[in-house]
């Protein structure tokens, strides 16, 4: 009878606690197909259909190339995959995760790589490929990069309360960082001159010249950099791109790798590609804090990209 009374007992805990977990479960989901370009920086690289025509890169290209500015010049849908230089500098990771990006079928794509000594380089202690920074990148564990709501990003690498996947969702206003579908971050921060004074002095002053003292040109990220050019190329054509900073940067950057875009044109050299260099037109352009340029420069910037790959393609037919 007791063995009765506790079967009967479990089975009603058990049923009682599927319930309870099924119910967990469905707010989860529902909670996770509100996730948009508002949720964070990157979820929405890995909730859209797998281009044929990408971009790579850092936040700097992240925030300066437009895919709807390409769009319109070279009448196809390009994907911006520039996420930021901790989780997709150039190395074995990002080119695992471009196999897993890229539409298999592509056979004529346009493909933008953009560069800067940043995307480049690593930490003098760094020895081994495990302690690479991008280890910890979503690019690193993730698999499915074409499911909308994807739920495995958002168990892998959402960290904060699903409840905030639907309040801050973009239904009620774009966030100041807004990861558009098509892979561009719009950044919208107050451009009064001091503001960005302010943030140049922080980002230059602080966070570059740091990384100055700490880090060197790689020869691994420019292999890596060439493993991609050389998986591309069978798919279509391949652009390196220098996209600039300001001007206080670009002299920084001039001084701490002074043979940065004669080391791209000899890769360009190698592979018969074209390199597009803009760093001396540093002054052209407006920066949110000297190496990110305004959305409205990005316009700008992406523009004579455009008319640059346009050039280029009918001086080579």
């Not at 909308?148 to 958002?154: K, M, T």
């Not at 390199?275 to 540093?282: I, L, V």
């Amino acid at each position: 009878m007791n063995l009765f009374i506790f079967n009967f007992s479990m089975k009603k805990f058990l049923l009682k606690l599927s319930f309870y977990l099924a119910a967990g479960m469905l707010v989860f989901a529902v909670l996770g197909s509100f996730a948009d370009g508002n949720t964070d920086d990157n979820y929405m690289h890995f909730a859209v259909e797998k281009p044929h025509n990408i971009i790579l890169g850092d936040s700097r290209g992240s925030q300066a190339v437009l895919p709807s500015i390409l769009k319109d010049k070279l009448h196809q849908n390009f994907d911006n995959f520039s996420l930021n230089v901790v989780q997709s500098p150039y190395g074995p990771i990002y080119l695992e995760a471009l196999k897993r990006k890229i539409n298999p079928d592509t056979k004529n794509g346009v493909f933008i790589l953009t560069v800067d000594p940043w995307n480049l380089s690593l930490d003098k202690n760094v020895k081994s490929p495990k302690d690479f920074p991008e280890e910890h990148s979503p690019l690193k564990n993730m698999y499915t990069y074409d499911f909308s709501p994807n739920y495995e990003y958002l168990l892998r690498n959402y960290g904060r309360s699903w409840f905030k996947i639907f309040t801050e969702r973009e239904a009620k206003g774009r966030s100041n960082t807004y990861l558009h579908k098509d892979g561009w971050l719009e950044v919208n921060v107050n451009m009064q001159k001091d503001s960005v004074a302010k943030r140049e002095t922080e980002k230059i002053d602080v966070f570059y010249a740091n990384l100055v003292k700490t880090q060197s040109l790689s020869k691994k990220r420019l292999n890596s950099l060439e493993d991609i050019i050389q998986y591309l190329q069978p798919r279509g054509t391949v652009y390196l791109v220098r996209i600039p900073g300001s001007e206080r940067l670009m002299k920084l950057e001039n001084s701490y790798t002074p043979d940065f875009s004669e080391k791209m044109k000899a890769i360009s050299k190698k592979y018969g590609i074209k390199f597009f260099d803009f760093s001396s037109k540093a002054k052209d352009y407006i920066y949110t804090d000297g190496n990110h340029m305004y959305k409205e420069s990005g316009k700008v910037f992406t523009a004579q990209v455009a008319d640059s790959i346009l050039l280029h393609t009918k001086i080579s037919k």
